[in-house]
């Protein structure tokens, strides 16, 4: 019940294109739902995160849907760029927990 | 702020031997989460720390592995004694608040056993 299941593990995306990347959860009591982006030899850094009081959070080209009744949740990429390319973790959490749960990672690969 | 510290960047040891990975989280934050990333396991939790006090170890791999806060500023995973299986990126986080801010990640040490 404490899993974050993501997908797909890899993804290849053309110049321009949307990326999506999605995420499902168990645990009903998980409400904060961030996502990181990693780039080789750096750690994850927080790229944007949602609460489940809201469907959708946009920053920029990265947006967050959110369907709570489906315990789903998945990021947009719009504009897809090579700069991009990058690995995406979506993560959970209780508001009183003290720890994230990691998905398992999508290395997205944005060609020119 | 400079971020979450980490040290060495990269460490190559041989088998047996002790090696030690240090922290310095970021100024003010309570928690602080230690992180091994492989390409089979991802990121897997090791133990993670609020206000110094070990809080949650039940990730760390088994006796070999040990980790210490001895002040809010300071923390260390030591590996004694290490195998060629130890060879991750070994991350450490720093949190003011999880569920609110989420972390910041150090840079990561990359630990190599040969």
């Known amino acids: 019940q404490q899993q974050v299941k993501q997908s797909p593990q890899s993804l290849i995306v053309q110049k321009g294109g949307i990326s999506i990347i999605n995420c499902a959860y168990e645990?009903?009591?998980?409400?904060?739902f961030p996502w990181y982006q990693q780039f080789p030899g750096k750690g994850p850094a927080l790229l944007i995160a949602?609460?489940?009081?809201?469907s959708e959070k946009k920053e920029g080209r990265f947006t967050i849907s959110f369907n709570k009744s489906a315990k789903q949740f998945s990021l947009h990429i719009m504009d897809s760029q090579p700069g991009d390319s990058a690995t995406y973790f979506c993560a959970a959490s209780l508001r009183q927990g003290g720890k994230l749960i990691f998905g398992q990672g999508t290395e997205l690969s944005v060609k020119p | 702020d400079a971020g979450v510290i980490q040290s060495p960047r990269h460490e190559v040891t041989e088998m047996g031997q002790e090696v030690t990975l240090r922290c310095k989280p970021i100024s003010g934050h309570d928690y602080l989460f230690w992180y091994r990333q492989t390409m089979m396991r991802g990121l897997e939790l090791l133990i993670y720390?609020?206000?110094?006090?070990?809080?949650?170890d039940s990730g760390m791999p088994e006796d070999r592995f040990s980790a210490k806060m001895p002040n809010a500023s300071f923390s260390t995973l030591k590996i004694q004694p290490s195998e060629p299986r130890d060879s991750a990126v070994y991350f450490c986080?720093?949190?003011?608040?999880?569920?609110?801010?989420?972390?910041?990640f150090g840079s990561g040490t990359r630990l190599t056993v040969v």
């Open positions: 986080a720093s949190s003011l608040y999880p569920g609110i801010y989420g972390y910041t």
């Open positions: 645990n009903t009591a998980f409400d904060y």
């Open positions: 949602i609460r489940p009081d809201v």
């Open positions: 720390f609020n206000n110094n006090v070990p809080i949650d």
